[in-house]
RNA sequence: GCGCCUGUAGCUCAGUUGGAUAGAGUACCAGUUUCCGAAACUGGGGGUCACAGGUUCGAUUCCUGUCAGGCGCACCA
């Protein structure tokens, strides 16, 4: 509807060019905007101030001449001119109920586009270490890359969703060899656990499965495990170097398939667990991409070549530099440690670069926004191996804050006292969790309130959407009781009978679903379809409070009849997007 | 110290890419059921859009500065 105002208006201008009506002038970019007010019709368009300046008229003036000159149509009953300058256009009744028709057809394809134009865009959200169970700060990632990728998806685009696992580094060393310690134990040795180790119970868990399943296989004596490591920081020592030296032990007393053994048995089994945890959220992957793979398949090895044959890395104190700050970064960055080690950001570059090298048009990274100073790095490396860095797009991310009422949910990864996703989800459920978590603008810090989420009352939004679903399925269950029939054909011929106000404001709001769909895909916003789907249930509830759908009056019944299941269908397309259900039952 | 993000009603937050009289929810007050689900609806009060300049027909939105809060500044991941 936008773009045809858009394109009379855009003619009817370069008409009076021609007819010298107006100064010759290069137009502007037409903006269509849906009004705030019904009294100024259903859309405005400013074309005409934003013309004054350039064609040394006033903006009223223009906007006669345009309106005068404008075409007849069918879809529009009414121009006017208000204010500065503004031209308002009122929809005719016909076109207005147009969408409900529209909305049947398509089912649930409504709302979809072809913005994307096929175009491919990799999303990569939530990739947390592999270490342990997934927390609710994970949560949010998860809950708003999925409504992103599903957003761009329903926007015509051609969405791969990726985790990467890191599944190489200190990290994993450290799960590693806290897995083994704590099999040790499970074996009969004693000895002080590190400070610095892993220490969830999920890790004896493990231990024990190994335990089970490999009996003594991995035995060694506690003399052995921790001779010559320096002290722990309880014991007056350094607790990293404590960690490190363990590691080294345990690489050699295992050997490099026994280590390889144990370090599996805890990368499996923490990663089998995030996964099912991702997909009982209702998050679901095309592909998780191992970091180790990268340095197996030389694709570390490559881009490192790569900066080096374009002169991006230099060596100092014996490690290798990528030079960044030629690119605005503070400082330069090591890519190989003097140890021959390459680090973190190799990988990183590397499996950007393996990103662009799969041809994706658009690359997405979803980070918690503690990662920001990461950015800068990131698009250097990429602009250094001769890609162009605005393919990528890097989305934060804020914490969210939990509370249960007023109360704040004390939370510190150190201590590990955080809240797990699924604690989350068991005690306010997935869709309560996900809608919640799009609620807010993802760069917003928020405060997520555990009662209010879990609340069976009007205070909650999540329920307020799902009952004006059920509430339309309700209406036509007790329409069979009546032994009365909905009949779609008849309700279409009905649809000028919609003249109330509150039917005027749904078919309007209904007929805003596709622009919302585009405006959040673009983006990347998908609380502007939360609040969407409140306005609309809003609209229902308060439509609903007011008149009666099951009347007397077939042709009306059957015109609201249909209207409200139009309704329906354009709540559970939203909410399927966000990855919430739409109940028939409450 | 430098960089990024944020500052809108008592509280939690929107604000259609610069538009008309700045909006919801919540809280508070007052109402609505012989009627398809009251998990709903109706009405009311509540604002120096942090502050000061600038850009223009027009600024909550863009630019600069100040103040306040969050985060980040590793041969960790």
Request: proline letters at 3%; glycine letters at 6%; hydrophobic letters at 40%.
């Amino acid at each position: 509807m936008k773009d045809q105002l858009r394109h009379i208006i855009e003619t009817t201008l370069t008409q009076l060019i021609a007819q010298n009506s107006l100064p010759a002038l290069t137009l502007p970019e037409i903006q269509i905007d849906r009004t705030k007010d019904k009294s100024h019709g259903d859309f405005a368009c400013n074309v005409a101030m934003m013309l004054a300046r350039s064609a040394k008229m006033n903006p009223r003036q223009i906007a006669t001449l345009l309106v005068d000159a404008l075409p007849e149509t069918d879809f529009i009953t009414k121009v006017d001119i208000a204010g500065p300058g503004f031209i308002n256009f009122t929809l005719s009744a016909d076109s207005a109920q147009q969408v409900v028709k529209t909305i049947l057809a398509e089912g649930e394809q409504f709302g979809q586009s072809d913005l994307g134009a096929g175009q491919s865009v990799q999303v990569e959200f939530v990739s947390a270490n592999p270490t342990g169970p997934l927390h609710v700060g994970h949560g949010r990632g998860a809950a708003y890359g999925s409504a992103v990728s599903s957003l761009l998806k329903a926007a015509g685009f051609k969405v791969h969703r990726e985790y990467y696992v890191n599944d190489a580094g200190r990290q994993m060393d450290i799960l590693a060899t806290s897995v083994w310690l704590r099999y040790l134990e499970t074996c009969g040795e004693t000895f002080i656990f590190p400070s610095n180790g892993y220490k969830g119970a999920y890790v004896s868990t493990i231990a024990e499965n190994l335990k089970f399943a490999h009996g003594d296989a991995f035995l060694a004596p506690t003399v052995d495990v921790f001779d010559g490591v320096v002290a722990d920081e309880p014991a007056g020592g350094d607790k990293e170097r404590h960690i490190d030296d363990l590691i080294s032990n345990a690489r050699r007393l295992l050997g490099e398939d026994g280590y390889r053994h144990v370090f599996d048995a805890g990368l499996n089994a923490i990663l089998a667990d995030i996964r099912q945890d991702l997909s009982d959220f209702g998050t679901d992957y095309d592909e998780w991409f191992s970091e180790r793979s990268l340095m197996e398949t030389g694709v570390v090895d490559d881009a490192i070549d790569a900066l080096k044959k374009a002169e991006m890395l230099y060596e100092k104190d014996g490690a290798w530099w990528f030079k960044s700050t030629e690119f605005g970064d503070e400082k330069d960055r090591v890519v190989v440690r003097d140890n021959g080690q390459t680090t973190y950001f190799a990988s990183d570059i590397a499996y950007h670069l393996n990103k662009y090298q799969r041809g994706f048009d658009t690359v997405i990274d979803i980070w918690g926004s503690d990662h920001h100073g990461y950015i800068p790095r990131v698009k250097a490396s990429l602009t250094a191996m001769g890609k162009n860095a605005d393919r990528l797009k890097v989305l934060l991310v804020q914490f969210a804050v939990l509370y249960r009422g007023s109360e704040k949910v004390a939370m510190s990864t150190r201590s590990g006292q955080f809240v797990t996703l699924r604690e989350l989800r068991d005690e306010v459920g997935k869709d309560a969790a996900r809608f919640f978590y799009v609620l807010r603008g993802a760069d917003q810090h928020m405060d997520f309130d555990l009662e209010l989420a879990k609340s069976q009352s009007n205070d909650n939004p999540v329920y307020y959407v799902q009952y004006a679903h059920a509430r339309v399925c309700s209406v036509f269950r007790q329409l069979s009781e009546r032994s009365l029939t909905w009949d779609k054909v008849e309700g279409e011929k009905q649809l000028t009978r919609l003249t109330e106000d509150h039917e005027q404001a749904l078919l309007s709001m209904l007929s805003r679903y596709p622009e919302v769909i585009n405006t959040a895909a673009t983006n990347y916003t998908p609380h502007l379809l939360a609040h969407y789907l409140m306005d609309l249930a809003r609209d229902f509830h308060t439509y609903y409070n007011a008149h009666q759908f099951i009347v007397e009056d077939q042709p009306l019944s059957q015109a609201r009849l249909t209207l409200i299941t139009a309704v329906k269908q354009v709540i559970t397309n939203g909410l399927s997007v966000l990855g919430v259900s739409a109940p028939e039952t409450m």
